[in-house]
């Protein structure tokens, strides 16, 4: 699976910003897809994941509330909508796929990768 990840930029705290992952190279049904993100300096850390079918998503603490994953298996595409975001979420995003029904918070369970796209909140 190759993916590309896309939508990040510069914005204010408070403000929301689309995240979009398009997926290609092999069946996008047959994975969860997880986003996780690292800010500089620190671990690459889990943000959240949706199951293959969509029916199952799972947060992070800190993004509870405030994000939302949804994906488009016709169109093999994911979307991580981030609402009231803060400085603290400044980070590079990155998309990934688990070849599993649920997906997983550990990053060490993915099989492929995106590139990551880089949001940036000024406070």
């Known amino acids: 699976v190759q993916l590309q990840a896309s939508g990040g930029g510069l914005v204010q705290a408070g403000d929301s910003l689309r995240l979009s992952c398009a997926a290609s190279g092999r069946t996008f049904g047959n994975y969860a897809m997880g986003w996780f993100r690292q800010a500089p300096g620190k671990e690459r850390e889990f943000v959240g994941v949706i199951s293959r079918s969509a029916g199952s998503t799972y947060y992070a603490d800190s993004v509870k509330g405030r994000f939302t994953i949804s994906r488009d298996n016709a169109e093999n595409t994911v979307y991580l909508q981030m609402n009231s975001l803060k400085p603290e979420d400044t980070a590079v995003y990155y998309c990934?796929?688990?070849?599993?029904?649920?997906?997983?918070?550990?990053?060490?369970?993915?099989?492929?990768w995106g590139q990551g796209t880089l949001v940036t909140v000024s406070s």
């Open positions: 990934a796929a688990d070849f599993a029904r649920y997906g997983s918070s550990s990053s060490t369970e993915y099989d492929y």
